[in-house]
């Protein structure tokens, strides 16, 4: 056990790998510095985004249970809490809630997240998850929504009190991603200076309905044009088959996962999102930050973080010809491109800085702390 000189916090993911919570928890982690210790354990024992951790910060990580017995887990989670001796517990998600149960009889204050919801969820919540959650989190000492929608969620259906309920919104670092960038990516991409380079970053999973964009570029079909998809994810083997299924070999560009998405964004010229469910993207702020124009979904608060639902930059989901539409659109007029980029990354600098949502963490963290 590490010997504790500071508060220690004990982070529960269901997966550490590189997604939406993982990479905010990490900048979080980052910018907080020595202030904090932590520990992280990863339910899947999947790791990827422990590399994005400063190797400074003090942070231990921990092997999951080996059990996966629904009864004997939190038991066994319960048992690696009070060895580790933690001053606040912090869940995430669905996935990690079974840690909620390992410490209704432990003096432990905990924060649970809440980021939103898989595609088994799109449509509508799952009841026996709504009514665990209702008991669960509630003995919380507070519970983190990142969007409007989730808020909502959180006291209508989970029926938790307002004073319970956090509204953090997603904060981005504007001195890393800001319009002034290298393009030399683009050459790597083959994608001359005066082709029209679309492109998404993010984990490759179901929810974020990359088939639907693959086929959607396919069908819009215009000259000159070029899809990059950075990131990794378990959908990844399948969207590739579909381009060689679609011949889009030539047009259509997987990077992989990369620690620093700056340099590809630096080198699209239209940020996409095709994703059946969302709440608070944070590569769309990142996109959003380097002076990019967007395609969204109008799911979760996307259009609110553009400060539009109005078309061609915000289109409803699962209808195809708006989208196309809006492909098509942001294509032929560099000056829209142009003047929608500026208005975005104007909204993050007055709405969605990360300074401001590092304090708002402190200061959570801080109050929960002083309930120990």
């Known amino acids: 056990m590490l010997r504790r000189t500071r508060p220690h916090i004990f982070h529960v993911f269901p997966s550490f790998d590189i997604g939406g919570a993982e990479r905010r928890t990490v900048d979080i982690i980052n910018g907080l510095g020595d202030q904090f210790e932590h520990s992280i354990l990863s339910l899947d024992d999947r790791w990827n985004a422990a590399a994005r951790i400063d190797t400074r910060i003090r942070v231990q990580f921990i092997q999951p249970p080996r059990t996966k017995h629904p009864l004997k887990r939190p038991v066994a989670l319960r048992r690696i809490l009070m060895c580790s001796a933690p001053d606040l517990l912090i869940t995430y998600n669905w996935g990690a809630t079974e840690a909620l149960m390992a410490v209704l009889s432990l003096r432990l204050p905990a924060i649970h997240t809440e980021d939103g919801f898989g595609v088994d969820e799109k449509q509508r919540l799952k009841r026996r998850r709504v009514l665990v959650r209702r008991v669960l989190l509630r003995r919380a ?55 029209v380079v679309f492109g998404t970053v993010g984990w490759l999973r179901p929810e974020k309905g990359l088939d639907a964009l693959i086929r959607l570029f396919a069908q819009a079909d215009i000259p000159n044009t070029k899809l990059v998809i950075v990131g990794d994810g378990p959908c990844r ?136």
């Open 141 to 195: 000492f507070a519970v983190v929504v990142p969007s409007n929608a989730l808020r909502q969620i959180a006291t209508t259906k989970y029926r938790l009190p307002e004073s319970k309920v956090r509204f953090i919104v997603n904060g981005v670092d504007l001195d890393r991603f800001r319009p002034e960038g290298s393009r030399s990516l683009r050459e790597q991409l083959r994608a001359p200076d005066d082709m």
């Open 237 to 372: 083997a399948k969207l590739e088959e579909l381009v060689q299924h679609l011949q889009l070999t030539e047009r259509v560009c997987f990077v992989g996962a990369t620690d620093d998405p700056a340099p590809y964004l630096h080198a699209l010229d239209v940020f996409v999102m095709s994703s059946r469910t969302e709440q608070t993207p944070i590569s769309l702020l990142e996109a959003m930050a380097c002076g990019l124009p967007a395609i969204c979904t109008d799911v979760g608060d996307s259009a609110l973080l553009l400060g539009t639902n109005q078309h061609p930059m915000v289109v409803p989901p699962d209808q195809p010809m708006p989208y196309i539409k809006a492909l098509k659109e942001l294509a032929a007029s560099a000056e829209l491109r142009k003047q929608s980029g500026e208005e975005n990354r104007l909204r993050c600098e007055q709405n969605y800085s990360y300074s401001r949502m590092l304090e708002s963490y402190r200061e959570l963290y801080s109050d929960a702390l002083r309930t120990s």
